[in-house]
């Protein structure tokens, strides 16, 4: 029987998901700690959790640590300490060290959440990725602009997928962002060079060093893109083979970016830009499960449930690769305008013409608030062995649905 604790700041669907997956492997005790009181938790957490302790602060590692030690002495000593996360991962780390757990250790996992830091590691592994600077001065961010000429992304060094991310086309947009955020020694920015071309993910496992098992995927079009023009629908796309020439860089450049970077037993999310040459630049790198559907996704194209392959992997070092059966996409439905859903259109006509596809949805309802994210008020996941099938349903999806918004009067 392996003791494990899993943090959960909050609990969300997602993160409720994972949970509860986790707490229903056989073999596993499994704890939860949360900033929720016990009465909070759904059902399903509450007929299978060993545990709870609540906490005030679930990212820091202080707390963490007094809550491994008090749910060793309820349940026996904890021997696995996990989260999904990105914030998570090096508190996590930290009190992985501390404690004597295994698994990631705190070194490589604030390579991974560290942006600027990241960007140092793979540059002298000799890695591709985006010319970057920390700046802590509105002189060193002119300097860098005076370097690598715009657009620029400045983003914060600690950042996860596109939150607080922003596309700088001139040097007024620069000083707008310099007045706005000004940087400081304590709390630095990061300037990037802004990379074009088309972006992907490479999802991976590593074991012992070794990445054994990648996941390809396309967004379409690139999230900064996407939070730029609130008029498009983002779709994301995973093919159902990952053997087309585009893809050949990746397959030996994301393995040499994670050994780069130190990540030995993980699944990691990559993002990366393939060129107008051809070329890949390494984006970001995330040691924790992707987000935005892409966890479901993977668990449709390889026809498992990924949320438990995920658990299994953190919790008892088993990994199993699935061979890839399907391709899937998603598209994210985005408002129109300001305010409030008013009505969702072409929903009705759109369920006989692909609902055999559909394989999940979150349809947005009248009177829920606009999103202020770039995966939009809803989405809609379908799946088919034929790539080609997926690609011209989330054609369809984004071209015959429309959510209206309507500001209060």
């Not at 990725?129 to 715009?150: D, N, Y």
């Not at 496992?205 to 379409?220: E, F, H, M, N, P």
């Not at 966890?295 to 449709?300: A, D, F, N, T």
Request: hydrophobic share 45%; net charge negative.
């Amino acid at each position: 029987m392996v003791v494990a604790a899993f943090v959960a700041p909050f609990l969300l669907p997602a993160t409720v998901r994972f949970v509860a997956t986790a707490a229903q492997l056989p073999g596993v005790r499994l704890a939860v700690i949360t900033t929720e009181p016990a009465e909070n938790l759904p059902p399903v957490l509450k007929e299978h959790l060993a545990a709870h302790w609540r906490v005030q602060d679930a990212l820091d590692p202080r707390q963490i640590a007094e809550a491994v030690t008090g749910l060793s002495g309820q349940i026996g000593r904890v021997e696995r300490l996990v989260g999904a996360l990105e914030q998570l991962q090096v508190p996590l780390g930290q009190v992985r060290e501390g404690l004597g757990i295994p698994g990631m250790d705190a070194g490589t996992a604030r390579n991974v959440r560290d942006k600027a830091r990241m960007k140092e590691v793979l540059t002298a592994a000799g890695v591709p990725c985006a010319r970057h600077q920390l700046v802590t001065h509105p002189g060193e961010a002119l300097a860098f602009a005076e370097q690598v000429g715009f657009p620029m992304v400045a983003k914060p060094p600690a950042g996860a997928g596109a939150q607080a991310t922003y596309r700088l086309d001139d040097i007024g947009m620069l000083r707008g962002w310099l007045d706005a955020i000004p940087p400081r020694a304590d709390v630095p920015g990061l300037l990037e060079e802004f990379l074009v071309g088309e972006e992907h993910t490479f999802d991976s496992v590593t074991v012992g060093g070794t990445t054994v098992w990648g996941s390809i995927s396309d967004y379409l079009p690139p999230p900064l893109e996407v939070l730029r023009n609130p008029w498009i629908q983002w779709q994301v796309l995973l093919p159902r083979h990952i053997d087309d020439s585009r893809y050949d860089a990746i397959k030996q450049i994301g393995p040499a970016a994670l050994r780069a970077l130190g990540v030995r037993d993980a699944l990691t999310h990559m993002e990366w830009f393939r060129r107008p040459d051809g070329s890949v630049a390494v984006s970001e790198v995330g040691a924790r499960p992707p987000g935005a559907q892409l966890s479901s996704m993977l668990g449709y194209v390889h026809d498992v449930d990924f949320y438990r392959t995920w658990c299994e992997l953190v919790i008892l070092d088993r990994f199993d690769p699935p061979p890839r059966r399907y391709a899937a996409g998603t598209a994210y439905l985005r408002g129109q305008g300001r305010g409030r859903v008013r009505a969702v259109h072409g929903a009705e006509k759109l369920q006989q013409e692909l609902g055999h596809l559909v394989v999940e949805a979150k349809l947005p309802e009248p009177g829920q608030p606009a999103s202020t994210s770039y995966e939009g008020e809803g989405y809609v996941i379908v799946r088919d062995p034929d790539t080609e099938v997926v690609r011209e349903a989330l054609h369809r999806i984004v071209d015959g649905l429309r959510v209206e918004l309507v500001e209060a009067q």
